[in-house]
């Protein structure tokens, strides 16, 4: 009996401490994973932004309130291998990270969520070859309420800093999708430089884009006010005409009627115009470009989404502005995630003969 006993008792202290072990083992794991030597020296802007080239936003899905709430699942392990091998460089992975994080201080971040997707995400990408941006997308409270909303914003910032300040110079950060509504400019202006002091905690050396406020158009750079920073990249998104770009959106407010084809009348002019002037101001300001979105709804026609994505894409290249696509497999897909095939004509226009 005295054998006996001992050896449960042996099994209740053993048991514990082999779990405790693993336990560890597995955090140290996690740790090494992110651990990819970070970036030791500056980088030069210009060729970060050129090493982009051309992208492909991963859009409604991490964006959405909740992962398949809008469709789409990110499947990492099986989109990245086929973006990569289309000729993509990038991808641009908008997430939603302000229904993640604690409402009150300290604002922390769910550990699953960053454990289970964001890293996975990220190191998916790296591991396929592609430099890969996040951001912050769709803080709705931010916008109605920045004052409010303020201190959890650099929070998550100061987060996300800490946690990825290991990953390699192909990990790009985006302080947040078109700013609007009551984040007027002088708020986004003020807002973007002290989130970029706290990436720049951890991330001295780290590419960060900014947007421009007023919904992240080519327009807003005249209202932009930027640090000294010299590692930055100005983002633009680019739906001009937007008539056309969105004609039978349902989300749009007045639903836009659907047979505007591109070009007409003065449009590729007007591309060219707009295209000269950013790049003027670009040139003036010192500032790398990066058409972070631009897209035809599918309601169109192809033949005229096909041809202002490539007047786009061949536009931004002329340019020296790198860009991505919006988006993947949803509504102004370039893929079918049903079929697992390429809108041929769009990735054509986006890519070119390979």
């Known amino acids: 009996m005295t054998h006996f006993f001992s050896r449960i008792l042996s099994i209740f202290f053993i048991l514990p401490l082999t779990l405790s072990c693993n336990s560890n083992t597995t955090s140290s794991e996690e740790k090494d994973l ?20 051309t992208g492909i936003n991963m859009g409604n899905m991490l964006e959405a309130p909740a992962e398949g709430e809008w ?26 990270f302000s229904t993640h994080a604690m409402k009150t201080a300290p604002y922390t971040l769910d550990e699953a969520f960053l454990k289970n997707r964001i890293d996975k995400i990220i190191l998916a990408a790296l591991d396929n070859g592609l ?3 996040i951001n912050i997308h769709h803080y709705d409270e931010l916008f109605t309420d920045p004052a409010a909303n303020k201190a ?12 990825y300040k290991n990953l390699p110079k192909e990990v790009y950060f985006e302080i947040l999708n078109e700013p609007h509504d009551k984040l007027t400019p002088a708020i986004w202006n003020d807002y973007l430089a002290e989130a970029l002091t706290v990436i720049r905690t951890d991330n001295p050396n780290r590419t960060v884009l900014i947007g421009t406020a007023e919904w992240g158009g080519a327009s807003g750079v005249t209202k932009l006010v930027l640090p000294a920073d010299q590692n930055l990249i100005v983002t633009i998104h680019y739906y001009n005409p937007f008539d056309f770009t969105h004609q039978g959106a349902d989300w749009v407010t007045t639903i836009l009627p659907v047979g505007r084809t591109w070009p007409f009348g003065n449009d590729a002019a007007n591309l060219e115009n707009e295209f000269k002037t950013l790049s003027n101001w670009a040139t003036s300001n010192n500032r790398p470009i ?10 169109g026609d192809l033949f005229s989404r096909y041809s202002w994505t490539l007047a786009v894409r061949t536009t931004s290249q002329k340019y020296g502005f790198s ?14 995630a049903t079929t697992g095939e390429w809108n041929e004509s769009l990735l054509l226009a986006l890519i070119g003969k390979k």
């Open 71 to 96: 469709g789409l699942f990110m499947r990492e392990g099986e989109y990245f291998p086929v973006i990569k091998s289309a000729g993509f460089s990038h991808v641009r992975v908008p997430i939603r």
């Open 323 to 336: 860009c991505a696509y919006w988006e993947f497999a949803s509504g102004f897909g370039a893929y079918n």
């Open 131 to 133: 430099s890969i941006i």
């Open 34 to 53: 992110l651990n990819r030597g970070g970036i030791p020296s500056p980088v030069s802007v210009t060729e970060q932004n050129q090493s982009l080239k």
């Open 152 to 163: 959890r914003f650099l929070a998550i910032w100061k987060q996300l800093g800490a946690r």
């Open 290 to 299: 990066h058409i972070g979105e631009f897209g035809a709804y599918s309601k």
